[in-house]
């Protein structure tokens, strides 16, 4: 059974990370080089779901690559490319070097939303979905170990679910919504940014070197510090323009 690190008292945000089975998003991006973000997802008239959804990535031919994989999909009714952003900022840099929006169709059994609402995690911002995995940001109304557990138990063996809590934080002091911008980084300057933090090299005394990074990274010590610039921007600004970022 996951359990957090540490207990925090009042309201909570959440990290999880889910994967269930018969799932369209977890299928398709475990088969692709892309990932995507849930903007806005809703309940049809006829009883099936319809989501918009930003898919990005290193290359427009990783984004071919998905699109076409959603669309083949046993677990999708339809995919349709949106020519705008609806209901996305504008004025916000796009994860990843290349995204495309999408509008798609397919049935509410194969979703978990309504399994963790039902349960009080209330959707903080976009879920994440890369290497068939899904990436939650959730506040709970109360943070109690055993009662957290038992909530997520009851998802889990309702839905077949693996439901793992990576990080609970109280609401004053989660940052706003930093847990969304990560979502901007590219995938390079994603796994450089967590590459640097799981070594402690925003620690003082820093605990790592940037040529050791560098080194373990498998890229030259400049690569390394322009990837980690360019996160930190986006991190501490989300609305900074780096639509050109070809990192």
């Keep these: 059974m996951a359990q957090a690190e540490e207990q925090q008292s009042?309201?909570?945000?959440?990290?999880?990370?889910?994967w269930h089975p018969d799932c369209w998003t977890?299928?398709?991006?475990?088969?692709?080089?892309?990932?995507?973000?849930?903007?806005?997802?809703?309940?049809?008239?006829?009883?099936?779901?319809k989501g918009h959804f930003t898919v990005y990535g290193d290359s427009t031919e990783d984004i071919d690559?998905?699109?076409?994989?959603a669309a083949e999909s046993r677990l999708t009714h339809s995919v349709t490319e949106m020519q705008n952003q609806y209901g996305v900022n504008q004025n916000r840099a796009p994860p990843g070097n290349a995204t495309r929006e999408l509008l798609v169709e397919y049935d509410p059994e194969n979703t978990i939303s309504d399994a963790l609402a039902s349960h009080g995690f209330i959707q903080e911002g976009p879920v994440r979905v890369q290497n068939g995995t899904e990436y939650w940001s959730v506040f709970v109304s109360d943070d109690d170990r055993d009662r957290l557990n038992e909530r997520l138990d009851d998802i889990r063996?309702?839905?077949?679910?693996?439901?793992?809590?990576?990080?609970?934080?109280?609401q004053s002091s989660s940052?706003?919504?930093?847990?969304?911008?990560?979502?901007?980084?590219?995938?390079?300057?994603?796994?450089?940014?967590?590459l640097a933090c799981r070594?402690?090299?925003?620690?003082?005394?820093?605990?790592?070197?940037?040529?050791?990074?560098?080194?373990?990274?498998?890229?030259s010590k400049t690569t390394l510090l322009e990837h980690l610039r360019k996160a930190e921007a986006k991190l501490l600004d989300p609305a900074i323009d780096e639509a050109t970022d070809s990192l």
Excluded at 31 to 48: I, K, M
């Design 10 to 18: 009042g309201d909570a945000l959440l990290t999880l990370e889910i």
């Design 26 to 49: 977890l299928e398709v991006t475990d088969e692709a080089p892309a990932s995507l973000l849930a903007q806005t997802v809703f309940n049809a008239a006829d009883g099936r779901v």
């Design 65 to 69: 690559r998905l699109v076409q994989t």
């Design 157 to 170: 063996d309702s839905h077949d679910a693996e439901i793992t809590v990576t990080k609970i934080a109280s």
């Design 175 to 194: 940052g706003g919504n930093i847990i969304d911008r990560i979502a901007l980084l590219s995938e390079r300057q994603r796994e450089i940014f967590e």
């Design 199 to 219: 070594h402690d090299y925003y620690a003082w005394p820093r605990e790592v070197t940037t040529r050791e990074l560098a080194d373990e990274a498998g890229v």
